[in-house]
């Protein structure tokens, strides 16, 4: 049977530099060709972390270089650069996909702003990693050149992090609705989406933050009436213990499960944890929905049920 499914798409589906994503990019179409061929309408939500942070640096790098001549660069609108090249890429592999294959359809990149709260806490505690991990020199310098804020991994280094509001409203929803209506194929709310305020004279001014691309993709869901939410990231399932000698691999979860399970401290906050809440607050949004998490390769057996983790509500 025919579904509309939100796709979130993890970092893995996208590389970290430019030659990396155009040679992941093949692999990611054909994993959601197989998606469209079966019938479904597909709209697809990506993040952008490694993207968005290296065209911040290279502005800045471009800036401190020669002050009088460049100016800086609002994060915002280095979220929308990574839209756009980004999208460029998806769309482009995924056209060529479908043409193989015979199937001709509309494949359209939106770039897309998402409403935040300005009095959002999450920009008094940053915690959106972005750009490439670094060492402590490196962190320490852009700590006292540009005022970042680090996280530190004991195995990986430092890595720059930003405030992460979660969304409130998909400003280009209703161009969304429109082409997903026309059978297009949807590249959207890419990154997480361009953060925005309101202010006055109906102007919608640009926020220094990173939309976490899970939530982003939640919000989307429900406000595409979707019926289902697929979150694609580097592991079939969700896991508990995971890493350890108990580990053990989950096919489902009810949304209490999964509250219980996440203030145990099982799902890491910078990677699975916004997972698992993204696919609860989609599971209990309205009777009848579903959300599963896993692996891209697997995303056709996932929604036929024969893997992934699925989170159903009551």
């Not at 893995?12 to 469209?36: F, K, Y």
């Amino acid at each position: 049977m025919s579904k509309r499914i939100v796709v979130a798409l993890g970092g893995n589906a996208l590389g970290s530099n430019l030659p990396e994503q155009m040679e992941a990019v093949r692999g990611t179409a054909a994993a959601i060709a197989d998606l469209i061929v079966a019938g479904n309408e597909v709209v697809i939500v990506h993040g952008n972390g490694p993207q968005v942070g290296m065209i911040a640096d290279a502005v800045a790098e471009l800036t401190r270089s020669d002050p009088e001549k460049y100016v800086p660069v609002p994060l915002s609108v280095c979220g929308a650069m990574s839209q756009g090249y980004i999208g460029y890429d998806l769309q482009n592999a995924l056209r060529e996909e479908l043409l193989n294959r015979g199937v001709e359809k509309g494949v359209s990149t939106v770039l897309t702003q998402i409403e935040v709260d300005p009095d959002d806490p999450a920009f008094q505690n940053p915690t959106k990693p972005i750009g490439p991990f670094m060492n402590v020199v490196e962190a320490d310098e852009l700590k006292a050149t540009r005022g970042y804020e680090f996280m530190h991994d004991e195995k990986k280094g430092y890595r720059r992090v930003v405030a992460s509001p979660k969304p409130v409203s998909i400003v280009e929803l209703a161009t969304i609705q429109t082409l997903v209506a026309n059978d297009h194929v949807v590249v959207c709310c890419g990154g997480g989406g361009i953060p925005v305020t309101p202010t006055e004279h109906n102007h919608l001014k640009g926020a220094a933050a990173v939309i976490d691309k899970d939530f982003a993709a939640e919000k989307l869901a429900e406000q595409l009436d979707a019926d289902e939410l697929v979150i694609l990231t580097a592991v079939e399932k969700v896991a508990v213990g995971f890493g350890t000698d108990h580990e053990r691999w989950l096919d489902t979860l009810t949304p209490q499960e999964a509250t219980e399970l996440a203030d145990a401290g099982e799902f890491g906050a910078g990677s699975m944890l916004p997972k698992v809440q993204a696919a609860c607050a989609f599971a209990q949004s309205k009777p009848g929905r579903r959300a599963l998490i896993t692996l891209l390769e697997k995303a056709a057996d996932g929604i036929a049920g024969k893997t992934g983790t699925a989170i159903l509500g009551a």
